[in-house]
C-alpha cells in the first residue's frame, strides 16, 4: 500500500456523546475505499474527519491522530482552507452553488490563486468538466445556472468543483444515494476513472456499489471499525461475525 491518509485511534464525541471510538484505517493512494454499515454506526462522522467538516460542529470534538503524507491535519499550524482544497469533499445531495455552470468550477481556482488568468481559468474549467465526465452535455452552456442541471448532472458538476483546486484525496458521502440507477452508474463509471488519480473514500449505504466500485472496505457498526480489508474478502470471506451478519441482510 501507498498511505495517503493515516488514522490511528480516532475518537469523535458529539457533546458527552461518543460517537465513533478508537477507529484506524489507513486509505491508499490507488484505490478507492468504501465505507459500509447501517444508518447511524458512523461512517459518515468519521469521513468528516479526515477533512475537519466536524470543525464546523460547535459541541464536536476530534481525538486521536490523522495524518495526510505524513503531516497532523489536526495540528494548530494546519491551514484548514487548504487541507479542504487537498481533500474535497462531495455530498449526500448534489449542492452546485447558484451561479453559472463555469463559476461553479472556476471559484475554487480562482480563490486559491490557481490560474493566472482567464484563459488559464477556463482551461482548468474545461479539465474539471472533462474529468467529471459533463464537458460534452455543458460546453454550450456554461452561462447557465449550474441549479438548472438533472440531478445527476448537479453531482458530475460538485465533481468537478472538488477535482478542480487539483486535490490528492476525495470524500464521497453517498453520492449516489439521491441518483437514479443511470446516473447512478454514471458516477460509479466516473470513480472508476477517477481511481488512481486521487485517492477516493466513499461512504455508501449500497453493498452492491461497495463491492462494484472499491478495492477496500471499512465496515462500521455502533460508532466502532469492526473489519477493514480487501473488498473481495470483506464479501466473501469476512473475518467477524457482525460482518458476515451485515452482508448477509440479517440486520441493517
Given at each position: 500500500m501507498?498511505?495517503k ?6 475518537n ?10 478508537d477507529?484506524?484505517i ?7 475505499t468504501?465505507?459500509?454499515?447501517p444508518?447511524?454506526?458512523g ?8 477533512n475537519?467538516m466536524n470543525?464546523t460542529?460547535?459541541s ?11 503531516e ?5 499550524s494546519m491551514?484548514?482552507?487548504?487541507l ?7 455530498f449526500?445531495k448534489?449542492?452546485?452553488?447558484p451561479?453559472?455552470?463555469?463559476e ?23 479539465k474539471s468538466?472533462k474529468?467529471?465526465?459533463?464537458w ?16 445527476g448532472?448537479q ?18 458521502d453517498?453520492p449516489?444515494?439521491?441518483?437514479d ?18 485517492a ?6 449500497n453493498?452492491q ?18 473489519e477493514?480489508g ?14 458476515k ?8
Open positions: 501507498t498511505i491518509m493515516s488514522a490511528k485511534n480516532v469523535v464525541f458529539y457533546g458527552t456523546k461518543q460517537a465513533i471510538t477507529v484506524s489507513d486509505v491508499d493512494q490507488d484505490e478507492v468504501a465505507f459500509i454499515g444508518s447511524g454506526c461512517k459518515s462522522t468519521f469521513l468528516r474527519t479526515l475537519r470543525d460542529v460547535a464536536a470534538k476530534v481525538t486521536g491522530d490523522i495524518r495526510l503524507d505524513g497532523d491535519i489536526y495540528a494548530p491551514d484548514v482552507v487548504q479542504r482544497a487537498r481533500v474535497g469533499m462531495v449526500q448534489p449542492n452546485p452553488f451561479k453559472s455552470i463555469f461553479n468550477v472556476a471559484y475554487g481556482p480562482r480563490i486559491h490563486g490557481l490560474a493566472a488568468n482567464k484563459t488559464d481559468l477556463a482551461e482548468v474549467v474545461e468538466l474529468r467529471a465526465g459533463l460534452e452535455e455543458v460546453k454550450d452552456r456554461l452561462s447557465e445556472s449550474g441549479t438548472a442541471l438533472s440531478g448532472q453531482q458530475r458538476l460538485c465533481i468537478a468543483r472538488a477535482i478542480a483546486v487539483d486535490p490528492e484525496v476525495i470524500l464521497m453517498e449516489c444515494s439521491a441518483l440507477p443511470i446516473a447512478t452508474a454514471r458516477i460509479e463509471e466516473l470513480i472508476h476513472e477517477l481511481k488512481g488519480r486521487y477516493i473514500v466513499i461512504v455508501t449505504h453493498m456499489q461497495a463491492a462494484r466500485v472499491s478495492q477496500r472496505t471499512a465496515f462500521f457498526h455502533l460508532g466502532t471499525l469492526v477493514y480487501n473488498t473481495s474478502d470483506i464479501f466473501t470471506n469476512p473475518r467477524q461475525e457482525r460482518t451478519d451485515y452482508i448477509t441482510g440479517r440486520y441493517g
